[in-house]
């Protein structure tokens, strides 16, 4: 899933605070899981905005809405009617869903309310780590599924380097080194041999390096 977390509120006021009328939307999808923009933090950062607003003593509409996703069209739909009613929408979805709004709704500002850190996974309740950086060219099936492009500090296909100290990486002595527990798993599975054949160059034109990216399915378009 997508993980945020929640920008200080300090920041999301600066952006709002000579607006007469704010909604604060939320997305069902990812930030709910990690508990950053779902309807709860919905209700929570509305409630902070009229708080402040009321102090300021400034009388400012602001209205929630919690959308099933910010990154689709049919789901945006949902408030078009509504929209221009407010000077200024404060999406809590991903930096994904802000975007698409932004496009959508070409005339409103949209501005964020959280931080779109990484792809990643529920450790435990309030724990999320990162797991994948969407590099569009999956080595996992190489690597015994652990990934090297998001776990390793350097990113690198052959290791480890020379930095990594009794299992952990050299940034952090509680950061593991990817390319150990990659050969840990490697010799769990009894496929240590796999380590001893050197990946090829990755082809980055694929990651970020090569500009934005689109999938196109033509067997599922309309």
């Known amino acids: 899933m997508i993980v945020a977390e929640r920008k200080p509120i300090e920041e999301i006021i600066d952006y709002v605070k000579d607006k007469q009328s704010i909604l ?8 709910t899981v990690c508990e950053a923009g779902g309807k709860k933090e919905v209700g929570v950062l509305a409630s902070a905005l009229r708080m402040y607003f009321m102090n300021q003593g400034k009388d400012v509409k602001i209205d929630e809405v919690t959308l099933e996703r910010q990154c ?7 408030i078009r009617n509504v929209i221009d009613k407010y000077d200024a929408v404060v999406s809590i979805a991903c930096g994904v869903g802000v975007q698409f709004m932004a496009e959508k709704y070409f005339s409103t500002p949209i501005y964020p309310g959280v931080n779109t850190c990484f792809m990643g996974v529920t450790e435990e309740r309030g724990v999320w780590s990162e797991r994948c950086q969407g590099c569009g060219q999956c080595i996992l099936g190489r690597t015994a599924g652990i ?5 390793c500090a350097k990113r690198l296909l052959n290791g480890p380097c020379g930095g990594s100290s009794k299992g952990k990486c050299e940034i952090s002595k509680d950061v593991p080194c990817a ?4 050969i840990d798993r490697l010799k ?3 496929r240590l041999d796999d380590y001893e054949i050197l990946a090829p160059i990755k082809d980055w034109s694929t990651d ?5 990216r689109t999938v196109v399915r033509e067997d599922v378009r309309l």
């Open 24 to 31: 604060v939307a939320g997305c069902n999808e990812c930030v």
């Open 179 to 182: 390319w150990q527990l990659i």
């Open 188 to 190: 769990e599975l009894g």
């Open 72 to 78: 689709d069209h049919e789901y945006l739909e949902e």
């Open 147 to 151: 990934c090297p492009i998001s776990r």
């Open 208 to 212: 970020r390096a090569g500009g934005p």
